[in-house]
């Protein structure tokens, strides 16, 4: 870590930044408190100094003087963010964007929003909701959430299967560097010349700039949705399901999974009509034109069938799928509600390993005596197992923590990932260890430098140094190739 | 220019490369003319070498040794490419990746292929075409260019509008470095962790590093398409019907747009059976399911007549859905047969200044004396003004060069870039600095300096150096704000 600024230094700190106004600075334990964690609680620290500045040219004027004075900076939106990509320094500011929260420009004719990065991600929608159009990407967060922070994560969601992650709703961003230059970045065009910073900034946890502009995308709402829901005796048999829904070429709009005790859960919590017998349930949502929603149902009946539902059931009213949708939405609450806490995991792996994976986990489940629920975008083959534990029993979390530690190698062991739309942030960057050879974390160091040379953005945060993965003692596996003994069936 | 190395020197240099087979190896004259030149055959280089390497081993070995000897390197696909990506030095090597040409593996569960970059990109979809699958970027190039140059130039094609660029069409990558390291980036999840490397990579035209395979995604063929013709009066009331459909929250496959010259050229050259006295033709292709077809065009057909069409044919079978095709894919070479040369430029624009861009570019050819046909990509707001001239004639070419600079000046001021799928190369590198401001374009050479520290990957493509800027004089005009007077109508 590098040598901080001290608590005693912090009046010196802030007479450089004498332009800013008074309310923009939050300097009392008191005030600092709130902003400790993000939504991964069990890590927390008490930030040097949270600045909440109400305009671009405040989080310029900001980070040049950060920069000059060699201060680390953290940059926050909502603060929903659950791999700790947020979590303050002791010994830096932690930048709030959440004033900066105006819808700035709604252009109908190209579908285009600017918006400022603190503006919450269902606002969006609400705002154009009048003309039929919507933002697509849904994190179950959106309530909440910041764009700006959508951005940093390249936030996902439960529609991304179809409309994609973040980076594919967005049009442009402004970003302040650490030197407080202004870059304007992206365009509405189809291949805008020059590097694609883009897709570059887009997912990189506030490592490399600051956004203080977004220009998303909006899309008409479908017409038309059609919710099929289908029960099934074992998650090996509905995870093969979603495969072959995928391989027949169709595209849901969201294609779910529950597992039994998650269903159960969510049943208990809302209930929402689901069949508490099953072992395991898909939600699969089409939509388009009536023409084309009917087809699509007919051809997504006829798969899970095949595939050896024991129920299928077809939301055609509005209340019964919003019903079927609000189990799938509440699950995580509702699954919260069975432990004193659970440790939310992210890994993805291919489709076609559903079945054998989530049989490992239940195994492991056993093996570590914590009950582990999952809830997840079965489509994208992006796992969220809940591992259920008691902070408050000795050795729990630890154990939680290790069997989280272990899935996330097993996803990377069948050539998946560390990480589907959560980030890495403090909590995933021991295993980006296992998922970069050395060789590509040191790229990624280089690009950290030429946006920030000194390091001063969101440091210890995303991408591990080489130093850190040497102490870790992984090794780096290639995908798919083997590393575990236990894992020589896959 | 750095110094580079003379021609004395290049057995000194060979001798570094005693572990490549000779037959990898051209040094003659002879053997190197056929490289001097890609699409954009107006600018012309004799190679120092030409290297043909059949193995990615062999292009680490390379690089590795152009890295220690300080010799710059230009990669070459099939040399395809329009905006002079691929033109070689004098002083550096020409690194042709056409014998890394075989597919390595299909996997149809998850529908993904991974090939060398030397695969041409239609034999990627004639080796899926069996199991109903295929690969969706198809540039007017795809019988010859390969995928490793549509990487690098981020290539489109007649349906990108609704399949995206090639950039949402691959998984994972290959790349060896100048250092001859080799990397991997990437993965077929949704959301990897980690810099965007992937998407940083696609359209870097050769200056990040070189590619030595490609995993695509490969997508199943559509069902069933329809094709609707529709003739307009003017090519104002053509634009604003493309904007219409948009509007509409229609995603066609493909919606491409004729100007009276292309369309009458073409017509001559394939007899598609156009509609002579139009002004402007709009081609509107739907895919899908059979229901989904019909009900779009449906839906298609009464936009187009609400936005003025004077004739609408709806191509119900195979041949003649093929044939209205015919027309639009032979336009180029059709145009071609009208002057001695041409010169295709590749603007983006907002969809609705459509119609007023294409009037000002039909003035300024009156006031240069040259003909300019327009056939392009009109739901993207891709634009191809083909501009005829004759070489052979003196001045026609700098006139030529002239007006097409002047109009991707006007796509800048409308709030468009200077190149949609074509890339910037030589061609169109002073207009980046229009394009962009200095801290951008500083932002861009960090950028490359992280993966290239001595600027030996495809030298003088792509970025201009701020020394260039200074020179062209020209400021950067921020989207949408006016420089020229002439453009004050927009």
């Known amino acids: 870590m590098r040598p901080g600024p001290q608590a005693r230094d912090r009046d010196a700190f802030l007479a450089g930044l004498a332009a800013l106004p008074e309310d923009c600075i939050l300097a009392s334990e008191e005030e600092r408190r709130p902003y400790e964690c993000d939504g991964l609680s069990a890590y927390r620290e008490l930030p040097w100094l949270v600045l909440l500045p109400r305009t671009g040219e405040q989080v310029q004027l900001i980070l040049r003087h950060c920069s000059s004075a060699g201060v680390a900076v953290v940059a926050r939106g909502a603060g929903t963010g659950l791999s700790g990509g947020a979590l303050p320094l002791d010994n830096g500011v932690l930048l709030s964007l959440a004033r900066l929260d105006r819808i700035l420009d709604i252009d109908y004719r190209n579908r285009l929003a600017r918006v400022q990065p603190g503006v919450r991600n269902l606002a969006v929608s609400e705002a154009v909701a009048g003309h039929g159009l919507y933002y697509a990407p849904d994190p179950s967060s959106q309530i909440a959430c910041s764009i700006g922070g959508n951005v940093a994560e390249n936030a996902g969601g439960v529609h991304c299967l179809k409309y994609g992650l973040t980076v594919h709703n967005i049009a442009a961003l402004k970003l302040v560097t650490i030197d407080g230059e202004l870059l304007e970045i992206g365009a509405p065009a189809p291949d805008a010349p020059g590097y694609d910073l883009l897709a570059l900034l887009t997912g990189s946890e506030g490592l490399l700039g600051v956004i203080v502009e977004v220009t998303v995308r909006l899309l008409p709402r479908p017409q038309h949705a059609g919710l099929v829901l289908a029960a099934f005796d074992s998650v090996e048999s509905a995870g093969d399901a979603v495969a072959a829904v995928i391989s027949a070429g169709i595209l849901p709009a969201g294609l779910e999974m529950m597992d039994h005790l998650a269903l159960q859960a969510a049943e208990d919590f809302v209930h929402a009509g689901y069949p508490l017998d099953a072992a395991a349930l898909l939600l699969c949502e089409v939509d388009g034109s009536r023409a084309e929603v009917e087809a699509q149902v007919d051809r997504v009946r006829r798969l899970l069938a095949d595939a050896g539902a024991s129920e299928i059931r077809l939301a055609r009213e509005e209340d019964e799928r919003q019903r079927l949708w609000a189990g799938r939405k509440a699950a995580f609450p509702a699954v919260g509600r069975l432990a004193p806490d659970y440790y939310c995991m992210d890994g993805t792996i291919p489709r076609h390993h559903l079945g054998r994976v989530l049989a490992t986990i239940d195994r492991w489940s056993h093996e570590y005596g ?44 069948v050539g998946g990932t560390i990480t589907g739309e959560h980030g890495v942030g403090v909590e995933k960057i021991d295993q980006m260890c296992s998922q970069f050879a050395e060789a590509e974390l040191r790229q990624f160091h280089a690009i950290k430098k030429a946006f920030d040379p000194d390091g001063l953005l969101n440091p210890g945060k995303a991408v591990p140094t080489l130093a850190r993965c040497a102490e870790f003692g992984r090794m780096h596996v290639h995908h798919g190739e083997l590393r575990f003994p236990e894992l020589e069936r896959f």
């Open 370 to 413: 914590l009950r582990v629920a999952n809830v997840f975008h079965a489509g994208d083959g992006n796992l969220h197992p809940l591992i259920l534990y008691d902070a408050n029993q000795a050795g729990e979390l630890e154990r939680a923590e290790a069997l989280g530690a272990r899935i996330l190698e097993l996803c990377i062991a």
